[in-house]
């Protein structure tokens, strides 16, 4: 039961990161709004200034039209110029408590209060000034003096505006640092909030997901025994859970599967066991019983043949010879197969080539001269491997009698010898028909053979194919240059074979 989904907290984190967003873009704009109050108060109080100092220079000005006029109260030019500044002076005035063209007067209060006090004190004077103007005979130093009053009073304007502009300059750098602060510290918060954020994020997500995908893994190598650790309430605690009841099914399944899997593959080894004695027991009495038979014929005949006293000498020692060449024919089966079983390794030594195939033509050249057939070997001297030369010569006699089989009459047998990336080649060439393609893969099995009944035991290539691999060799057969079979052997040279043939 979810007491707390993974959208609920999805979703505060989202409204967490939106309110976020909301009060850092308040604090932002409430520390530009508040600049910009000072900044245009600021700008205020420096164009009130400029205007007091404007107002200044024009009662100099008048101060010094009214001494010309006192001089010469017939001087229109005089009164004129004097109209015009008088003008100018209330122009400034009026602008002054206008205030700045767009919105209030950002000035403090009693700033304001004061500057209405002083511009009202010098709107009065500039009442009674222009009474006196039109009438020049009147004119005295009280005017003189009226002037000056309103000067020191503008002046005293001039020194409240810079007041308070230096006071909304003082703000503006105060507001500017604490906007500094503020910003600075926003950002810390963020950080931390971002932080915070994150942590939520792998807590609740990333984590529990890891955990998942390498507890998918442990399943993956067959780790079932591994318990999850403490699950979340949520979607993805809820998907681990599944996850984890789910391998347990699995180990469980798989156990009974394994214990079914050995239990069937005991049988089925126990089957392949009696079929491979069925197959053997066949292949022995199939071999065996041929030449059994010929020495049981010979036998009955030549007990015959003596009851009646018809025995002949020369039949006799033909009865005899071919008694004996049967029987030493089911030796040599029997020999063949106990060889194709014996697992012990044999003695190994330094094997040089050359004197082994002098052994081999020795030993097959009788067999060999019957059939007319021709034994042409071609190898390199200081040629050595490492190996048996028991069961190398027996592996190269067996190759050359299949040869010599598959050849016809008169043809040749051809054993050539290289040596090719630290190995020696040595390749037995015939010029019958050759093996089809069909048969390639089961030519080396034991009992497989392509000579017509009571021909061949189907053991022969078996015998090669077991010795060359017990070498850490292979063997392999293809089509000769002539036609026929070619059976390749390739065995490891000896480590000491190249630097002497060097």
Not at 191 to 207: C, D, G, I
Not at 329 to 345: G, K, N, S, W, Y
Request: negative net charge; aromatic residues 2%; charged residues 25%.
């Amino acid at each position: 039961m979810r007491s707390f989904s993974l959208n609920k907290k999805l979703g505060l984190l989202y409204l967490g990161v939106l309110a976020l967003l909301a009060g850092v873009c308040a604090v932002v704009v409430l520390q530009l709004v508040s600049m910009r109050e000072d900044a245009d108060r600021l700008l205020e109080e420096s164009r009130e200034l400029a205007l007091a100092k404007d107002l200044d220079a024009h009662f100099e000005s008048i101060d010094m039209l009214l001494r010309l006029r006192t001089s010469n109260p017939e001087d229109e030019v005089v009164h004129d110029l004097l109209e015009t500044q008088l003008a100018d002076v209330r122009a400034i005035l009026t602008e002054m408590d206008a205030g700045p063209e767009h919105g209030d007067d950002p000035s403090r209060l009693e700033h304001q209060n004061e500057e209405l006090e002083l511009t009202g004190t010098i709107q009065r004077g500039l009442r009674v000034l222009d009474k006196r103007i039109d009438s020049p005979s009147e004119l005295d130093a009280e005017e003189h003096a009226m002037v000056a009053r309103m000067r020191q009073v503008g002046q005293e304007l001039r020194r409240e505006t810079d007041e308070e502009a230096e006071h909304a300059t003082d703000d503006l750098r105060a507001r500017s640092r604490r906007a500094v602060r503020t910003m600075a510290w926003t950002v810390v918060l963020v950080a931390l909030a971002l932080s915070a954020t994150l942590l939520l994020v792998l807590r609740a997500v990333v984590f529990p997901l890891r955990a998942l995908r390498q507890r998918a893994e442990a399943v993956a190598r067959g780790e079932f025994e591994h318990a999850p650790a403490s699950l979340s309430r949520d979607e993805i605690g809820d998907l681990a859970r599944a996850f984890h009841d789910m391998a347990r099914q699995v180990a469980a399944t798989q156990g009974a599967l394994e214990e079914r899997v050995a239990t069937r593959t005991r049988e089925l080894a126990r089957a392949a066991r009696y079929a491979d004695l069925g197959v053997l027991a066949a292949g022995v009495a199939h071999e065996i019983n041929n030449p059994l038979a010929s020495i049981a014929s010979c036998a009955e005949g030549l007990h015959r043949r003596l009851e009646r006293g018809t025995l002949a000498p020369e039949q006799q020692g033909e009865y005899l010879r071919t008694i004996t060449s049967e029987a030493y024919r089911a030796r040599d089966i029997t020999q063949r197969l106990l060889t194709l079983a014996r697992h012990e390794p044999a003695v190994t030594s330094r094997v040089p080539l050359a004197p082994l195939f002098e052994e081999l033509e020795r030993v097959t050249r009788h067999q060999l001269e019957q059939r007319g057939i021709k034994l042409l070997i071609d190898a390199e001297e200081h040629v050595i491997v490492h190996g048996n030369s028991g069961e190398l010569l027996q592996a190269l006699v067996n190759l050359v009698l299949n040869a010599r089989d598959a050849c016809r009459t008169g043809g040749t047998v051809h054993v050539s010898v290289a040596r090719a990336e630290g190995a020696v080649v040595i390749d037995v060439d015939d010029d019958g028909p050759g093996v089809p393609p069909e048969l390639v893969e089961r030519i080396f099995e034991p009992f497989f053979t392509t000579k017509g009944p009571g021909q061949g035991t189907g053991l022969g290539l078996s015998l090669v194919a077991a010795v060359v691999e017990g070498h850490k060799g292979t063997v392999a057969v293809s089509r000769s240059p002539a036609g026929g079979a070619r059976f390749r052997l390739r065995i490891p040279l000896h480590g000491e074979a190249v630097d002497g043939a060097a």
